[in-house]
């Protein structure tokens, strides 16, 4: 058992770097490449934590998670204990450790940060949900008995997996509909294997199949079946909606429908989830500048970024324009794609992508910004320098700022309530909808946000949706569903 | 998941497969495509539903081998299961307008054949006109006929009704006729553009099914984006038809050049394989 330290003990300890691949070797894989901490690692990183009478870290979390409780029984040894509390608020813990902005989170207001360097909170998370997949002893959840109610869950990403959990341990039925032919959402398509291994994303939704939740991929709802039909005819007694926000927004530039502009989506497609990086071997391909431009700066141009530099591009520069302290990207990517030798170019905006009588991207005229007064996001607004562009030789530009909501949906449910961008408006508290029985979370209710914050959502909703649900069986006085 | 129930060659290089997904089958209207994968290391491609039966739950395929995974779809055989989404794009705008053009060329006239059919049942007076380059790559003739007032067929060396292409013919049916009240043209983006440019002084409604590269389908990667007027619009989502005039035929017959060189080196690659296969399976015999 490891010994107790005194707290002025506890903060000469250094924060634990978490071992990662070379950058010179990452460059040119696709292996993951934050390594995880060795339990002796993660004993010493959770001496670190003070257990503060009222810890902040628990309001930083957004589900909330008992944080200096588990990072007790991480101190001493117990990791199994740590996951199980990790477990009580949050699904999936092993990609929220991986992914999430925790430097914006729970860290950001850990009293140890205050002087020093935060608790390795996010490494620490990351480390106990490691444990279980790699065979630690971890009982399923005992489903409850089982209520006879259906309930059909549209999308498969955080917030659409959280929720089908939670509702399969209430004890009802739950089946996923799936646009693309395999789940897993931006999990799949989105994040690289090598920030996010997908035989995580792959175990966590085995999990969900073991616990009774049936899958159906290549479902795309409000074509195959609109939301009130799977009500009204496919017999589902409420429904989610977990679409996210997977529309690709342009600049609308000229030249962005030159061969060789694509979207960050596009781009991410055809190497997450259709392994374009071993074409041919995979016989879907992807276009690999020798020079590519990623246009943005927030977590999916760190991916593209990283991806084209590990598809071989010689030279792959970051156009963002706005500087590295308003980057929006987790702190980690960003450090590590500065590692790997990414060209930075801040308060740098493109104005135009040139090309040739083919068609194809020959460069970027861009133009230099400077910082002016704050606008409605309190950031200050980044202002063109007239006469300052340039040219920039480039044979890819990859637009990487920003997607909104599908209205393949939205536009097919006619009474749902939307806001002006087309998210779905739903009550914070039950996730509910302005129709009955239908509810909504994730990047679709928000806007595109976080891993934790959809999941968060679909948790919320299942709530919402099993108090629905009871409702409705009280309203039929001495029936319960199953025994109708 | 789908099945293959059948397959059936009914051209060089073009195969009818009738596949049984009943939720599609249900739900299609002229004008939709689905998203086909045939094996997980496959490309996603979309391919119109050609036909389909509601109550035996089936839908049809009618596809030309043009590369990698067209050609290895004629490998399948019946029982096999493929992955299928759909059905996707806008369904076709069917009303009552008069006297109806359709025109189609090569692989085009799989997709053309719901859309005249749902026309027809609209009460238009159809007049098909199918083009290819020799007799029996101008398929579906039996099919059209059966939902057309008048047939008139074009082939590039003559080998079966008048040689030319399907624009002469075009150009001759308005200048003996009078003006169609619209034209529904599906075939190479080419051929679509130079009907659209015979259409336009003569103002006639034109409608193209465009064929761009993509991905998902879904609205989620804008790889099919085409130029619309001035506006940028998704292919999968928006159309795939779309007013003929406002297309810019020349970005789009650009954008489907994006991957020659790897579909060119999967092809042959392809090619080599199966030709050591057939090889090999032919010693033993
Ligand atoms: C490249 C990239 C990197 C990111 N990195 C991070 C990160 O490091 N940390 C972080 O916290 N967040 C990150 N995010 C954001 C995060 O991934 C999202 O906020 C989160 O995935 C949203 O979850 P969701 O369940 O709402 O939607 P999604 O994950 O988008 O899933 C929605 C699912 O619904 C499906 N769908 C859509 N329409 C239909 C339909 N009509 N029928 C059936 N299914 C449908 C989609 O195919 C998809 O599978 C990143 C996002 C991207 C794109
Ligand atoms: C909405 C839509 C409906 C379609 N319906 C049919 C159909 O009913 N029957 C049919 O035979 N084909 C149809 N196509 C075309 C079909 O998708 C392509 O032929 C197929 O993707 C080629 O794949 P491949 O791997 O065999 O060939 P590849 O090696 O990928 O390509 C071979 C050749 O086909 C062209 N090509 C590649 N991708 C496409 C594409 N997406 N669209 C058009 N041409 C392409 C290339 O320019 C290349 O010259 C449709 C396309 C779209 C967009
Ligand atoms: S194919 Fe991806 S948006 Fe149309």
Not at chain 1, 455 to 470: E, P, Q, T, V
Request: net charge negative.
């Amino acid at each position: 058992m490891a010994e107790k330290l005194k707290p002025a003990e506890r903060l000469k300890i250094p924060r634990h770097p978490m071992p990662a691949q070379d950058p010179v070797e990452r460059r040119s894989n696709f292996s993951e490449v934050a390594l995880g901490y060795t339990p002796e690692m993660a004993m010493e990183e959770a001496q670190r934590c003070l257990e503060c009478k009222k810890p902040h870290c628990i309001d930083g979390c957004p589900v909330g998670i008992d944080i200096p409780a588990f990072i007790v029984e991480v101190r001493e040894g117990r990791f199994d204990k740590a996951l199980e509390i990790i477990k009580q608020t949050n699904t999936l813990p092993a990609i929220c450790g991986r992914v999430c902005p925790q430097e914006d989170q729970c860290e950001q207001v850990c009293v140890v940060g205050n002087k020093y360097k935060p608790v390795a909170i996010g490494r620490l998370e990351r480390f106990v949900a490691d444990i279980e997949l790699t065979g630690g002893t971890v009982s399923m959840p005992a489903a409850a008995e089982k209520t006879g109610y259906k309930v059909a869950i549209i999308g498969s990403g955080p917030a659409g997996l959280a929720c089908a959990a939670e509702l399969a341990r209430m004890g009802h039925d739950v089946t996923i509909f799936e646009a693309l032919h395999k789940p897993g959402g931006v999990l799949v398509y989105g994040i690289p294997e090598f920030r996010l291994p997908k035989s995580i994303v792959q175990y966590e939704i085995d999990n969900l199949k073991k616990m009774g939740v049936e899958i159906r991929c290549n479902y795309v709802i409000g074509k195959i079946a609109t939301v009130r039909e799977l009500m009204e005819e496919w017999g589902y007694d409420a429904v989610f909606i977990g679409t996210g926000a997977g529309l690709p927004y342009f600049m609308g530039i000229p030249g962005e429908n030159y061969i060789g502009v694509l979207s960050a989506n596009e781009f991410l497609t055809r190497v997450n989830l259709m392994k374009g990086y071993n074409f041919p071997e995979y016989d879907t391909p992807v276009q690999v500048g020798r020079r590519v431009a990623v246009v943005g700066s927030g977590n999916v141009a760190m991916d593209c970024l990283r991806t084209a530099m590990r598809l071989g591009s010689e030279h792959v520069i970051c156009l963002y324009r706005r500087t590295r302290a308003e980057s929006p990207a987790r702190l980690e990517e960003l450090e590590h794609a500065e590692e790997e030798g990414i060209d930075f170019r801040w308060l740098t905006s493109p104005v135009e992508v040139l090309g040739n009588d083919d068609g194809m991207v020959t460069g970027v005229r861009v133009i230099k910004m400077e910082l002016g007064e704050p606008d409605a996001s309190g950031r200050r607004r980044p202002v063109p320098i007239e006469g300052s562009e340039y040219e920039i030789e480039v044979d890819e530009v990859i637009m990487a700022i920003g997607q909104g909501p599908n209205p393949l949906v939205t536009q097919t449910t006619e009474g749902l309530e939307l806001n002006r961008w087309g998210n779905i408006v739903a009550d914070e508290e039950t996730m509910a909808t302005s129709i009955p029985g239908v509810f909504a979370g994730g990047d679709i209710v928000t806007g595109a946000a976080t891993v934790i914050l959809a999941m968060g959502a679909g948790k919320k909703a299942a709530c919402g949706i099993d108090g629905f649900l009871r409702k409705k069986r009280e309203a039929v006085p001495g029936a319960s569903a199953a025994a109708v | 998941m789908a099945t293959l129930i059948s397959k059936e060659t009914i051209a060089p290089q073009f195969t009818r497969y009738v596949l049984e997904c009943e939720p599609i089958a249900r739900k299609h209207r002229a004008g939709q495509f689905v998203m086909v994968l045939i094996h997980d290391h496959g490309e996603r491609i979309p391919l119109t539903i050609a036909d389909s039966d509601a109550e035996a739950g089936t839908i049809t395929l009618v596809v030309q081998a043009v590369g990698k995974t067209t050609m290895e779809m004629e490998l399948l055989e019946p029982g096999a299961e493929i992955q299928v989404a759909g059905p996707l794009g806008t369904p076709t705008h069917v009303e009552r307008v008069g006297t109806c053009v359709c025109i189609g060329g090569g692989a085009g006239i799989a997709p053309l054949y719901p859309i005249a059919k749902a026309m027809k049942n609209a009460e238009n007076h159809i007049i098909s006109i199918l083009g290819g380059r020799t007799k029996e790559l101008v398929i579906m003739r039996e099919e059209m006929e059966a939902v057309s007032d008048e047939m008139i067929y074009t082939t590039d060396d003559g080998s079966f009704g008048r040689k030319g292409l399907v624009t002469h013919a075009l150009n001759d049916l308005i200048e003996e006729r009078g003006k169609p009240d619209m034209v529904i043209a599906i075939g190479p983006a080419i051929m679509m553009k130079f009907v659209a440019e015979m259409t336009r002084p003569h103002e006639i409604p034109t409608i193209v099914s465009l064929n761009s590269i993509m991905i998902d389908g879904t609205g989620m990667c804008g790889g099919c984006r085409v130029g619309l007027g001035t506006e940028t619009k998704f292919v999968c989502v928006d159309g795939p038809e779309f007013d003929g005039h406002k297309v810019d035929f020349d970005l789009l017959m650009k954008r489907q050049r994006t991957f020659v060189e790897q579909e060119e080196e999967a092809r042959r690659r392809f090619e080599e394989q199966h030709r050591c296969r057939a090889m090999e399976g032919a010693e033993v015999s």
